[in-house]
């Protein structure tokens, strides 16, 4: 069985055999993570991990489990996004805590009027 040297934040570098990591991998063949537990101090160590290093680790012997990246991830991928800001932040609390425009931006969501509040109740 195959050694395994990784670096945990509290011990530093330590060994343990393959048996002790378990590597995660998306099925698009995107970076993943692999995980162990510190044979020093039991402290579970997440690292993220390339598609090279993880194939190292499963060649030589490590657990596997592949995962499906959720939907909002793979379509970001090629979207510009505007990142949220602190102005944004407080626009968007100054409409919660306003109940009359909170209203009207729900009532807009679900296309329901304001004032109908049996629609409220659904």
Do not use: K
Not at 48 to 53: C, K, V
Not at 73 to 90: K, N, Y
Not at 95 to 114: H, I, K, N, T
Request: glycine residues 6%.
């Amino acid at each position: 069985m195959a050694t395994i040297r990784a670096s945990c934040d509290t011990c530093g570098d330590v060994e343990f055999p393959t048996s002790e990591v378990n590597v995660h991998a998306p099925e698009d063949g995107g970076p993943g993570t692999y995980a162990f537990r510190c044979p020093r101090c039991s402290a579970t160590v997440v690292r993220s991990a390339e598609r090279p290093i993880m194939d190292l680790l499963i060649a030589a012997g490590v657990p596997s489990t592949t995962w499906r990246r959720p939907a909002e991830l793979v379509e970001r991928d090629g979207a510009v996004t505007v990142p949220f800001t602190h102005s944004d932040l407080l626009d968007f609390h100054a409409l919660v805590s306003d109940d009359d425009a909170l209203a009207d931006a729900l009532a807009g969501l679900v296309d329901v009027q304001p004032d109908d509040e049996s629609a409220w109740d659904r």
